[in-house]
């Protein structure tokens, strides 16, 4: 019988730092912090195909995000199923860049492992603890899974690369 599978599904860039960081750090936080709250949170990181089976969506929000096709597919294909249904599902994490909105996490984009040995590991967990609040209130809210259809849209255009003036 079809079904979520996964409770939170993490979307970053698929290289780079905000990948690192979002390896090294935000997902086992995040799994950490989901579990004071709920029986065996399920996560999964930007693994194709899961995205039909996960509730929410955590975007890892940088500007490579916007320029990665599959990132833009897979957001948009929550927003879609946010219209569908009428309910928040996407829960966004500001890695780096100005001008984004949500879950402000800049301050600790430290991508290497060695990061859990600073005092500032520990203020991160606060951080992602008050997320994990946030994604637990909206889990009883998910609507019932279907076959929820797929958004592919086309990343914006990169401007043309600068010629030097002879």
Request: proline residues 13%.
């Amino acid at each position: 019988m079809p079904g979520y599978r996964y409770d939170v599904f993490l979307s970053c860039a698929r290289t780079g730092p905000s990948r690192e960081w979002t390896v090294n750090h935000f997902r086992d936080l995040l799994g950490r912090g989901l579990a004071k709250l709920i029986e065996e949170p399920k996560i999964v990181l930007s693994d194709e195909g899961a995205l039909r089976d996960a509730r929410l969506l955590v975007p890892i929000w940088s500007p490579p995000y916007f320029t990665s096709p599959g990132c833009l597919s897979e957001w948009e294909s929550m927003r879609l199923r946010e219209r569908l249904s009428g309910r928040r599902l996407i829960c966004p994490v500001r890695f780096s860049g100005e001008g984004l909105a949500g879950h402000d996490l800049r301050r600790w984009n430290r991508p290497h492992p060695s990061f859990r040995q600073t005092p500032r590991y520990d203020s991160l967990a606060d951080e992602v603890g008050k997320l994990a609040l946030a994604l637990a209130d909206l889990l009883p809210q998910v609507p019932r899974w279907r076959a929820w259809p797929s958004a592919h849209p086309r990343p914006p255009a990169q401007p043309p690369p600068s010629l030097p003036q002879l």
